[in-house]
């Protein structure tokens, strides 16, 4: 009974390329994050989304789109697939405001 | 901008120690402040969440405390063993629901 949950675990891509990251939660939350762990283990919000909004960090590139088919997924979609883009990806759920955020198990991924 | 500071960095002590991480944030104006842990090469798990309203928590020989005005958290562990070493995350959550963390502590405990 994953909570947060993400697919592929790892993702080795060509530069160039468009991936997808899957991401769905299971706990009945209404907002869903996208976060991203650099080499250095910094861990930074790169957007937040519920049915009613979509908050993008400013530092992050265009080439990176969620996408909600509905309230339990979040996907991430990168265009041009740079290998400064080679991080770990972490999906994340909470109810609005003042509420617990649970954090899937990551996605590594790695450009080459 | 909200930024959030851990210390130490990094942190290696004996089995059956106390221990206090250290945790602090320049914007005060937080919903809430929550505690991870990070195991290598895994996903981050929820320790402990401390409202804006509270001032600490606790689970089991983990203690949080929160001083909103100072802009400061600490995450007190009893009793240190092995299975304790990991990274310990703090995270301060402000308007937009968005979570910034600091950088993190890694710790090693030592059997």
């Known amino acids: 009974d994953t909570a947060v949950s993400q697919t592929p675990k790892y993702l080795v891509t060509q530069m160039g390329n468009d991936k997808s990251i899957k991401c769905e939660q299971n706990?009945?939350?209404?907002?869903m994050y996208w976060y991203k762990q650099d080499s250095k283990k910094f861990l930074k919000i790169m957007f937040s989304?519920?049915?009613?909004?979509?908050?993008i960090n400013e530092t992050v590139p265009n080439r990176f789109s969620p996408k909600s088919p509905d309230k339990a997924h979040l996907n991430l979609h990168i265009n041009s697939l740079e290998l400064g883009d080679s991080a770990v990806y972490f999906c994340?759920?909470?109810?609005?405001?003042?509420?617990?955020?649970?954090f899937g198990q990551g996605t590594r991924l790695t450009v080459v | 901008k909200q930024e959030v500071t851990q210390i130490p960095a990094a942190l290696s002590v004996p089995e059956g120690e106390n221990l206090v991480l250290n945790c602090s944030f320049t914007?005060?104006?937080?919903?809430?402040l929550q505690w991870f842990r990070q195991d290598p090469g895994k996903g981050l798990t929820s320790l402990l969440l401390?409202?804006?309203?509270?001032r600490e928590q606790t689970s089991g020989r983990l203690n949080a405390s929160l001083d909103k005005s100072s802009g400061r958290s600490t995450l007190y562990i009893a009793a240190s063993q092995p299975g304790d070493s990991a990274t310990y995350l703090c995270?301060?959550?402000?308007?937009?629901?968005?979570?910034?963390f600091g950088g993190g502590t890694r710790l090693m405990v030592k059997p």
């Open positions: 994340a759920s909470s109810r609005q405001g003042e509420a617990e955020a649970f």
């Open positions: 706990l009945g939350h209404d907002t």
């Open positions: 989304y519920n049915n009613k909004e979509l908050i």
């Open positions: 914007d005060s104006a937080i919903y809430n």
């Open positions: 401390i409202q804006s309203s509270q």
């Open positions: 995270a301060v959550r402000n308007a937009g629901n968005m979570l910034t």
